[in-house]
Nanobody, 120 residues
């Protein structure tokens, strides 16, 4: 089983910054795309940013220029640097990872979620 553990959420004032971290553990043969999603109160989960193993990234229009996703392939970890935070960024943020397990079975795993609250 592949597990993801997130950290770094919290309460911050508008204009502030936070850094989210997510580390994968378990029998991982190959890690593929890793990403961050968020679910605002009363809304559906949405993609925030994703990054492939080789580096190309994809961002939601609402966070372009403010958020930066990065990863450490040696640690099977992904990070989200969030700057110029806005109240509308308030949500539970989830880490997602896709790849192959040690038995070469595919996995698509979610973290437990971390709360980010931006006050105005």
């Amino acid at each position: 089983q592949v597990q993801l553990v997130e950290s770094g959420g919290g309460l911050v004032q508008a204009g502030g910054s936070l850094r989210l971290s997510c580390a994968a553990s378990g029998s991982i043969f190959s890690m593929g795309v890793m990403g961050w999603y968020r679910q605002p109160p009363g809304k559906q989960r949405e993609l925030v940013a994703a990054i492939t193993r080789s580096g190309p990234t994809n961002y939601a229009d609402s966070v372009k220029g403010r958020f930066t996703i990065s990863r450490d392939n040696a640690k099977n970890a992904v990070y989200l640097e969030m700057n110029s935070l806005k109240p509308e960024d308030t949500a539970v943020y989830y880490c997602n990872a896709q790849g192959l397990q040690g038995i070469l079975a595919p996995f698509n795993t979610w973290g437990q979620g971390t709360q980010v609250t931006v006050s105005s």
